[in-house]
Nanobody, 113 residues
Framework: VQFVESGGGLVQPGGSLRLSCAAS????????MSWYRQAPGKEREWVAS????????YYGDSVKGRFTISRDNAKNTVYLQMSSLKPEDTAVYYC???????WGQGTQVTVSS
């Protein structure tokens, strides 16, 4: 099982980024997928989840209305579209499949002027 996150970077407050997570080593379409984030000195925080077929999505209160999670089962990839970014969104972002304990290396998102 492997996850490779990408798409992070430095963005100004109010900007947008799209993160991608390429998954391998399991039947991607059979598992719900989630994004988590960890800011310096803080515990890892759940951000959003998407159901196996992509029809149902769930969000943490801090990102609801600003972030959109989606998936492409043909590409074994889950996405996180982030808009109206705030400095408090600065963190390393990780994806994870339900039922697995494996984490990828994450992708750094920094929101700063």
């Amino acid at each position: 099982v492997q996850f490779v996150e990408s798409g992070g970077g430095l963005v100004q407050p109010g900007g947008s980024l799209r993160l991608s997570c390429a998954a391998s080593g399991f039947t991607f379409s059979s598992f719900s997928m989630s994004w988590y984030r960890q800011a310096p000195g803080k515990e890892r925080e759940w951000v959003a989840s998407v159901a196996r077929a992509g029809g149902s999505t769930y969000y943490g209160d801090s990102v609801k209305g600003r972030f959109t999670i989606s998936r492409d089962n043909a590409k074994n990839t889950v996405y996180l579209q982030m808009s109206s970014l705030k400095p408090e969104d600065t963190a390393v972002y990780y994806c994870k499949a339900s039922g697995f304990t494996t984490w990828g290396q994450g992708t750094q998102v920094t929101v700063s002027s």
